[in-house]
């Protein structure tokens, strides 16, 4: 099992190279960007240019509101400037999002991201080749690359692999089809959402297109550190970030299914009036027991082992926030290694 370390959302980046020089050095696979208050390409720049080992994948870019050229140049680059090391991971975020928060267009995201997988695909070809590109879809026409405007012919740089962040069965579906891997959200990363909606979806996808299904990389929600007071800080601040996550609609089937329907209630009434503050009372011990791993790198192994192994090829744990240098954490990754 692999074992990827996600970086801290609000990490400043003056930071970044020195985590990311220290994530490698812990022995980890790779390093998860995700994209909530920073661009994460320029995140994914700054990791690249400090380490020389470790896999970076965003996780995830927002597909929605940028197009698909500005993506596939920004992917190319940093494949060609990581020597191979990047790898792109996108995702389509809720419509309130992309409406709300982005000022973008929504239309129905299965088909959309489609499409845009489909189009970057052209675009890494064209970019490989130095030809054009003619693509006519519903979402996105693309009619025009003229030799000015291509990065190649460029027989030296890899095009990335496209992980697909996926939830619902129709994505799942998709990442089956199309996709290099599949991204696992921290609320539907559960032992049965795996068995009984990812893997029979991306099956699905799979046969459909005569390929092998893409590979897992699970966002587990973990909760550790060196040792008890680390482990607890780590908990409180699970408990803030699931009680916000699950206060979304996308998310209340994965609380039907973990037999907490009620949950979603209670939760969204308090997004609604705006008391962000009082979601995590919501989040008790009993419930956050049922959604998280807890536990000290000692023993991290052996949990993730008993509800994981042979379900995925990677997990995703958050960056340490204690001490970078704790060997018991080099121990607990070469472990998760094994399983």
């Not at 509101?65 to 190319?76: D, E, F, G, H, K």
């Not at 299965?110 to 003619?134: C, K, N, P, Q, W």
């Not at 907490?260 to 995590?280: C, M, N, V």
């Amino acid at each position: 099992m692999k074992v990827y370390a996600s970086l801290d959302p609000r990490l400043p980046l003056s930071r970044v190279p020195r985590v990311a020089g220290q994530l490698e050095e812990l022995g980890f696979d790779g390093i998860h960007i995700p994209e909530t208050i920073h661009d994460s390409f320029a995140v994914a720049l700054l990791a690249a240019e400090h380490t020389t080992r470790i896999t970076l994948r965003t996780a995830i870019t927002l597909a929605f509101v940028r197009s698909p050229t500005l993506v596939a140049y920004n992917a190319w680059d940093l494949a060609k400037f990581s020597g191979g090391r990047f790898e792109l991971g996108l995702g389509t975020q809720i419509r309130q999002n992309i409406e709300g928060r982005f000022g973008m267009p929504w239309t129905e995201p299965v088909a959309r991201m489609g499409e845009y997988l489909t189009v970057l695909r052209e675009l890494f070809d064209a970019f490989a080749s130095g030809s054009s590109i003619h693509y006519e879809g519903d979402s996105y026409r693309l009619t025009r690359l003229q030799p000015y405007f291509n990065p190649g012919p460029d027989d030296t740089t890899t095009a990335p692999p496209i992980f697909l962040g996926a939830v619902n069965a129709g994505m799942c579906r998709l990442a089956g089809q199309l996709a290099d891997g599949v991204i696992t959200h921290s609320t539907n990363s559960d032992a049965g959402y795996l068995k009984n909606v990812l893997r029979p979806a991306l099956r699905a996808g799979a046969e459909e297109r005569s390929r092998t299904p893409p590979g897992i990389i699970a966002a587990v929600p973990i909760a550790t550190g060196g040792d008890a007071a680390a482990v607890q800080r780590e908990r409180e601040r699970m408990r803030r970030l699931l009680a916000f996550l699950y206060s979304t609609p996308s998310y209340q089937p994965a609380l039907s299914r973990l037999g907490l329907p009620e949950l979603f209630e209670r939760l969204r009434a308090l997004a609604q009036a705006q008391r962000w503050d009082q979601l995590d009372d919501v989040m008790t011990d009993d419930i956050l027991n049922t959604l998280l791993i807890c536990g000290d790198y000692r023993t991290l192994p052996d949990l993730v082992r008993e509800r994981y192994e042979g379900l995925v090829e990677g997990i995703v744990m958050p960056a340490p926030s204690d001490d970078p240098a704790d060997t018991r954490l080099e121990f607990a990754i070469e472990s998760l290694h094994e399983c």
